[in-house]
């Protein structure tokens, strides 16, 4: 496992990020990002920052299992492929993006997820 140094989120704090990659797949529409502490049917608010700063958002439910699915549909096109780099992702409970709702991930806890798609093996 790596982290990240990041500092921004949607502050201006430093955060230890989480890194995540997965394999590009052109069909996949729901990329799976597995925390383990959402709450089932819950909604929460997905901020997503590209390299260039900028930011998209969306909402999602926690999942059975704690994590949470990515929507690509509802991100513009080409978001989700090896060359668009890194992304970083970000949970609130609030539509403002004010207040954090941290990860866990392999039982720690973290602000944010450096996500990226990896080229396919």
Same mark, same amino acid.
């Not at 990240?4 to 230890?16: A, I, P, Q, V, W």
């Not at 060359?83 to 609130?92: M, P, R, S, V, Y």
């Given at each position: 496992? =790596?982290?990240?140094? !990041? ?60 994590? !949470? ?5 509802? !991100?513009?096109?080409? %978001?989700?492929?090896?060359? !668009? ?9 609030? =539509? ?10 392999? %039982? ?14």
């Amino acid at each position: 496992m =790596s982290v990240n140094k !990041f500092c921004g989120c949607l502050e201006t704090t430093c955060d230890t990020c989480y890194n995540y990659s997965v394999s590009y797949c052109p069909l996949t529409t729901n990329i799976n990002i597995p925390c383990t502490n959402l709450t089932h049917n819950t909604q929460y608010y997905f901020w997503i920052r590209d390299k260039f700063g900028n930011i998209w958002y969306d909402t999602v439910l926690g999942l059975s299992d704690g994590s !949470f699915n990515i929507n690509t549909a509802n !991100f513009p096109v080409g %978001m989700f492929v090896p060359q !668009f780099g890194a992304l970083d992702i970000f949970l609130t409970t609030d =539509s403002l993006g004010t207040i954090a709702y941290p990860m866990y991930m392999n %039982m720690q806890e973290y602000n944010c997820v450096m996500f990226s798609i990896d080229e396919p093996v």
